[in-house]
């Protein structure tokens, strides 16, 4: 029940900010922590998102990570990344469904 809501308040809220997705991820596993974020289409082809860690990230300093997604087609994208501690990351992605 507590998702259900979860998922109608996350999904007011993005349409009231205009935003395609807004996401929550606390999992709690691996290297990334729990996330916050949010993003939008600026264009058809490109997404821009912007995430924080809440779970304290790196040496007790939360990390923020701004994501730009470009679409070559429908299946397949090039994703940068800057974090706030400096480093960038580069990312393929391929999506096929069968």
Known sequence: MAA???ATI???ISQSLGLES???DLSGVGAGGNEVGFG???TQDVYVSASQDVS???NGTPARKVTVQYYLMRWLSISTSNLSDGSSEISIGLNKQY
Do not use: C
């Open 10 to 12: 996350r999904k007011e």
């Open 40 to 42: 939008r289409y600026v």
């Open 22 to 24: 807004l996401g929550f």
């Open 4 to 6: 259900g809501a979860a």
């Open 56 to 58: 304290g990230g790196i």
